[in-house]
């Protein structure tokens, strides 16, 4: 059983910049893809970023493409999410993911686990 938990989150101004990180336990790297999704107030969990357990190949949505960069670091088994040129419609819960192995990781039927989530709040 993989457990992930999210930190990073805050409030930013429009222009600006956040990190978010996810620590998970155990094997989960080594086992799991690794996404990050986010789910904004009355909307659905929408992906945003994906890695391979390589960390060979990436994927974004293509919303924040350019913007956001999604990295791993296997030695402190921690994910991130860098968050560049935010705006007010990337304010959303934002959640780490570990999948991969039945669906695609993009797609949130392909998540096997889920963080508790951080805010992200962009004021204009």
């Known amino acids: 059983q993989a457990q992930l938990v999210e930190s990073g989150g805050g409030l930013v101004q429009a222009g600006g910049s956040l990190r978010l990180s996810c620590a998970a336990s155990?094997?989960?790297?080594?086992?799991?893809?690794m996404a990050w999704f986010r789910q904004a107030p009355g909307k659905e969990r929408d992906f945003v970023a994906a890695i391979s357990r390589s960390g060979g190949r990436t994927t974004y949505a293509d919303s924040v493409k350019g913007r956001f960069i999604i990295s791993k670091d296997n030695a402190k088994n921690t994910v991130y999410l860098q968050m560049n040129s935010l705006n007010t419609e990337d304010t959303a819960v934002y959640y780490c993911a570990a999948g991969g192995t039945r669906a695609p990781i993009t797609e949130v039927a392909g998540t096997d686990y889920w963080g508790q989530g951080t805010q992200v709040t962009v004021s204009s």
């Open positions: 155990g094997r989960t790297f080594t086992t799991y893809a």
